[in-house]
C-alpha cells in the first residue's frame, strides 16, 4: 500500500503491519506497557517508515490498545486510582512538551534515546537490575 505523508509517498505492507500491530497488543496488554517500545521498531524498521510519521502513528495505535487494556484491566480490579490520579497529570505534560523536543533535534538523536530507553526496559524486564 502507498502512504503519502507531507508530500513524501511511502510503501507499506499493511498485511505485516496489522499481524505484528496486534501481536504487539496482545502482548501490551498483558504485561501493561502502552507498546511503543515494539510499535516503533516495527513501524521504522518493519514497514520502513521515517521516525517523524511513526511517533504520531503509534501514539494513535497505542492509544485505542490501552484505552481497551485500562477498561479490563479495571473491570478484573488490577486499576489504583490513586496511582492513576499521581501519573496522569505527568503524562499529559510529557506528552505536550516531548513533540516540541523531538521536533527540535534531529531523527538520529530520537532513534538514539528510544534505542537506550528499549535497552533499560529489556535489562529490567531480563531482571539484569
Known sequence: ???EFWGVEFTV???FGCIGGFLIAVVSSMFGFGGGPFMVP???VGLGLPMYVVVG????AIFFNT???TMRHYQFGNFDLVFFL????AAILGGFIAPQI???VSPLVVKRVASAGLLILAA?????Y
Do not use: D, E, Q, W
Not at 499521581?86 to 497529570?89: A, R, S, V
Not at 529490567?124 to 539484569?128: F, W
Open 57 to 60: 502513528s503509534s501514539l494513535l
Open 42 to 44: 516495527l513501524m521504522t
Open 67 to 69: 484505552v481497551m487494556g
Open 13 to 15: 505492507n499493511v498485511v
Open 102 to 104: 523531538a521536533k527540535r
Open 86 to 89: 499521581i501519573m496522569f497529570p
Open 124 to 128: 529490567n524486564l531480563l531482571g539484569l
Open 1 to 3: 500500500m502507498k502512504i
